[in-house]
């Protein structure tokens, strides 16, 4: 079955829970499941980092290539962000095509990190106009119980920042960090029986409604917003998200940030 | 990436020896599968083995039992196979004018036919009676290895589940979490105050108020976390 | 072919990281890496990393892959994009296509498949860092998670691959050592009765050559399923 059965009997629990403020994992409305957060994790790309929240768990690599760069843009080099959620992560995840969902969840990530310009894609040129450095974020999901948006950002985030251009390898110099000027981090709301909570697990994911995907940088600047399946919010609703969005964004961004070496 | 004992030809371990079987005790102890249990003189095989020229072998990670003649593996985890007569809890998962289909939790799904459902409906009227999506508590009337294993609804306490949640736990762990002659089963509802059903594939329906269930909720995850730290082979 | 003027192995048989010629790359395991998953195992062996995941036996889907008389198994080998030095574009590849088809072949032939009619079991095979010998440790690895997914096994699967380097003959080759030299020959083996369920060979080897590789790989298969069989006991391996 690819699109997974919701049980009418976990929605009614769900509201029931929403409704006394507790959720099936025991956790508050804003609480974010157990997370772990590694990086150089793995041997053969240039930047890595591993995620766990809960049950869920992602990799990020970071490999460098190098493009002619666009006619338009001489002087620039670019980014790339592909998420892949394989048959690997899930029951429900069937071989095949990827789903309109991975596409979304794929690029939502993407646009939050391209959108915060903490990869300036001018610093990345070799030679103007001939060749230039592409950088390509590959997510790959291992586990997926909720939230895969969440994990995959803050992979990718954290990966990156961590990265180094093999220049070497290309014999165009010594190897040097990847210049990454910002940190944004992404938080995502899904409304579970009525409510919003912060970090849904897979069962209020497969029981729940709409999401709310926010992206902000360093100094609360909004880099990127996106909304996901059916419903309707508030503007109280919503204020209230950034409000936490804003806590939670320095409390990932701290985590990040004391992973780094010479960075 | 840590070190370790690099196999080297000259400190192979000469107990093992691909070209034939080994002698072994009959002793309790932990097997993995193709693991030679001995001869199969005098023995009959149970669950986990299987008898291959002569000698009797494992087919799953677990802990040996000797039963009287029979030797089987228990193992740490298995899919739930239905039995006739085993008390589950489904979800319907799709319908055609006269049948429900109904995911159990087994290798395939069950089918209800209209006949056996908790009532009758107009020819095409099935989704009125139960809905995709709908949980069950059912049972299994018969398994044949040709067509799909066949749920009934007619019988004592079977109906449609309204209300409450539904947990799913690893099968195996249903024996620890229903106790000896139900004790534990017994004890949990009293102090949870609610009801608790348990099907034979591994899912509970967990019917009370709102504290009680989550009192039941949290003593299953302490079970489930019990059994992994405590059982050879479980990894959190 | 050949490059005959890489130096992998000096005149004392000491190969370029530090092996002897019958030496296996370090070994870990560890069971339980993809919670959501009903048996899986993660294998580092040398720098390759891997992880299977099962998922099954379920219902089989579509209807005509399913089989009256026995399950089907479902068999995906995959390299990540940032397994390997050059990044792989994610899609449709034939190596990983065939290597998917040769690996169920060899999992068909231990799996009690007969147990579970009109079913399916997945098998899941993510290579996430490759160093030589992927198939091989996919294998391994997946026998070792089908285990831990309770599904029954008449054996358990160990596959490794020994080759020729600079004409001397060696075990369990390492990346530069598959690039440059002169022969591969991956086998998988039953190490209860020392049958093969797995074989691949391409390269040059004389008749003594190749039964001298044959031997390599029969004798660490032998070591390495003592550490599958310690991993499949507490969880993982070493502790």
């Not at chain 1, 338009?72 to 962000?81: A, I, Q, T, Y």
């Not at chain 2, 034979?200 to 009370?208: C, F, M």
Request: with cysteine; charged share 25%; proline share 5%.
């Amino acid at each position: 079955m690819s699109i997974p059965l919701v049980p009418q009997l976990l929605r009614s629990h769900l509201k029931e829970l929403a409704d006394n403020d507790q959720r099936l994992d025991g956790r508050n409305q804003y609480q974010g499941r157990d997370l772990e957060l590694e990086v150089n994790v793995l041997a053969n790309a240039e930047g890595s980092a591993r995620v766990r929240m809960g049950d869920t768990i992602v990799f990020a690599g970071v490999k460098f290539q190098t493009m002619t760069p666009y006619p338009d843009r001489p002087n620039e080099g670019g980014l790339m962000c592909m998420a892949e959620v394989r048959p690997v992560a899930g029951r429900q995840h069937e071989a095949g095509p990827p789903s309109a969902a991975s596409i979304e969840l794929s690029r939502v990530v993407d646009r939050g990190i391209r959108e915060s310009g903490c990869i300036d894609t001018a610093g990345l040129c070799i030679i103007p106009g001939e060749k230039a450095w592409q950088v390509i974020l590959d997510l790959f999901a291992v586990s997926d119980d909720g939230n895969l948006f969440d994990a995959f950002a803050l992979a990718g985030i954290a990966a990156l920042r961590n990265a180094v251009i093999p220049q070497e390898k290309f014999e165009i110099g010594e190897d040097t960090p990847l210049v990454v000027s910002k940190t944004p981090i992404m938080c995502s709301y899904q409304r579970v029986g009525g409510r919003f909570v912060f970090d849904a697990s897979g069962r209020e994911e497969l029981g729940g409604d709409e999401r709310i995907h926010i992206t902000l940088g360093d100094d609360n600047h909004v880099h990127s917003l996106q909304k996901g399946l059916k419903g309707a919010f508030t503007a109280t609703e919503f204020t209230e998200l950034m409000a936490e969005a804003r806590k939670k964004g320095d409390e990932l961004r701290k985590m990040v940030h004391a992973l780094e070496g010479g960075n | 990436m840590k070190g370790v004992l690099v196999a080297r030809l000259d400190n192979m371990t000469e107990k093992k020896n691909a070209a034939g079987p080994q002698d072994s005790q009959r002793v309790p102890r932990l097997v993995s599968p193709g693991e030679d249990l001995g001869d199969l003189e005098g023995y009959e095989v149970g669950h986990g083995v299987i008898a291959i020229d002569g000698r009797i072998r494992a087919t799953k990670n677990g802990q040996t039992n000797v039963n009287g003649t029979t030797i089987s593996v228990e193992p740490r985890r298995t899919a739930y196979m239905p039995r006739p007569g085993d008390l589950v809890i489904g979800f319907v998962e799709g319908c055609t004018n006269n049948i429900w289909f109904v995911d159990i939790g087994a290798p395939f799904n069950a089918i209800l036919p209209m006949s056996l459902g908790p009532a009758k409906a107009d020819f095409g009227g099935t989704r009125s009676v139960i809905d995709i999506g709908e949980a069950i508590l059912c049972r299994v009337q018969e398994v044949e290895e040709t067509h799909s294993s066949v749920v009934t609804m007619k019988g004592m306490g079977l109906r449609k589940i309204r209300s409450g949640a539904i947990e799913v736990i690893d099968p195996h762990l249903l024996g620890r979490l229903i106790g000896k002659q139900g004790q534990a089963l017994r004890q949990l509802k009293e102090e949870s105050e609610c009801r608790v059903i348990a099907g034979e594939n591994g899912r509970l329906w967990i019917d009370g108020d709102f504290e009680g269930t989550l009192e039941v909720r949290t003593r299953l995850r302490s079970m489930t976390a019990e059994a992994k730290a405590a059982t050879p082979g479980g990894v959190a | 072919m050949g490059y005959g003027d890489v130096q992998m192995i000096d005149a004392n048989g000491i190969r370029n990281d530090g092996r002897k010629a019958g030496d296996v790359r370090p070994i870990s395991i560890e069971l339980g890496v993809v919670p959501v998953a009903d048996g899986s195992c993660r294998m580092r062996w040398g720098n390759n990393d891997v992880i299977a995941a099962i998922y099954g036996p379920m219902e089989a889907h579509p209807r005509k892959i399913q089989r009256q008389d026995r399950a089907v198994l479902d068999v995906r080998y995959n390299m990540a994009p940032f397994s390997t030095s050059d990044r792989i574009r994610p899609g449709f590849n034939r190596r990983s296509r065939e290597i998917s088809k040769v690996t169920a072949e060899a999992l068909e032939s231990v799996v009690m498949l007969e147990l579970y009619p009109r079913s399916k079991i997945r098998v899941e095979i993510e290579i996430i860092c490759a160093e030589a010998g992927t198939r091989c440790v996919g294998l391994t690895a997946a026998s070792i998670a089908l285990a831990d997914a309770g599904i029954p096994m008449t054996d358990l699967i160990v596959s490794v691959a020994s080759g020729k380097i600079n004409d001397v003959v060696v075990c369990d080759l390492n990346k530069s050592e598959d690039n440059y030299g002169e022969a591969d020959l991956p086998m998988g083996i039953l190490p209860n009765t020392g049958e093969l369920v797995f074989l691949q060979m391409d390269g040059d080897l004389s008749p003594d050559e190749f039964q001298e590789a044959w031997d390599y790989n029969m004798n660490a298969a032998m070591v390495i399923h003592e550490y599958c069989v310690e991993a499949l006991k507490t969880g993982r391996y070493p502790q």
